[in-house]
């Protein structure tokens, strides 16, 4: 399984903003979608936003208007800003790459922890 790069986790208090970005190696070849996913201690994974090669984005409906996805195709780069954050937006962050074919390649995960 070829292996994400993640960066950008960390511990910031409510109301905070943090920046995760993911980089795809060159050998994924045709991705036509780039993701983060997340999950909580106890809680199965869930889906946080996604954005498409066409540009088109979904979000989970507990992050709309607080979290923005951003790619760079030509980079094989996406970004996930998180701004207004919640103590329950807590989870380890996992970088989500699909291709074409619908083969898909995990991150190994990245910690965010939001205090009180």
């Known amino acids: 399984q070829v292996q994400l790069v993640e960066s950008g986790g960390g511990l910031v208090q409510a109301g905070g903003s943090l920046r995760l970005s993911c980089v795809a190696p060159g050998s994924i070849s045709y991705i036509n979608r780039m993701g983060w996913y997340r999950q909580a201690p106890g809680k199965q994974r869930e889906l946080v936003a996604t954005v498409t090669s066409g540009g088109s984005t979904n979000y989970a409906d507990s992050v709309k208007g607080r979290f923005t996805i951003s790619r760079d195709s030509a980079k094989n780069t996406a970004v996930l800003q998180m701004n207004s954050l919640k103590p329950e937006d807590t989870a380890v962050y996992y970088c989500?790459?699909?291709?074409?074919?619908?083969?898909?390649?995990w991150g190994q995960g990245t910690q965010v922890t939001v205090s009180s």
């Open positions: 989500n790459v699909r291709t074409v074919v619908g083969a898909t390649s």
